[in-house]
Nanobody, 118 residues
Framework: QVQLVESGGGLVQFGGSLRLSCAASGSIFSMVLMGWFRQAPGNQRELVATITSNGAANYGDSVKGRFTISRDGAENTAYLQMHSLKPEDTAVYYC????????????WGQGTQVTVSS
């Protein structure tokens, strides 16, 4: 059974950096798409960044130029390097992964809290 295991969240000061990791454990097939979404209290879940199996990345407008997504395809692991963090980046960050075949998968991690203090 595939499980998305996230790590790397925490408390950081304004302007600081954090790196999130998401590993798709239990999956022997590569995920076509992996990414991160975030949700702050009272807000809808929004796109942070996604990356395909061939390395094509897509970013939400609010993080362009500050966050970088990457992945290790062999390990089915995605990383989100976050720089120049702002208080408005404070949210629960959720890993997402998708694979249409073989063995279709479409799911979320449990979420990791990122808090940026001003």
């Amino acid at each position: 059974q595939v499980q998305l295991v996230e790590s790397g969240g925490g408390l950081v000061q304004f302007g600081g950096s954090l790196r999130l990791s998401c590993a798709a454990s239990g999956s022997i097939f590569s995920m076509v798409l992996m990414g991160w979404f975030r949700q702050a209290p009272g807000n809808q879940r929004e796109l942070v960044a996604t990356i395909t199996s061939n390395g094509a990345a897509n970013y939400g407008d609010s993080v362009k130029g500050r966050f970088t997504i990457s992945r290790d395809g062999a390990e089915n692991t995605a990383y989100l390097q976050m720089h120049s963090l702002k208080p408005e980046d404070t949210a629960v960050y959720y890993c997402y992964a998708y694979r249409p075949s073989p063995s279709p998968y479409n799911g979320w991690g449990q979420g990791t809290q990122v808090t940026v203090s001003s």
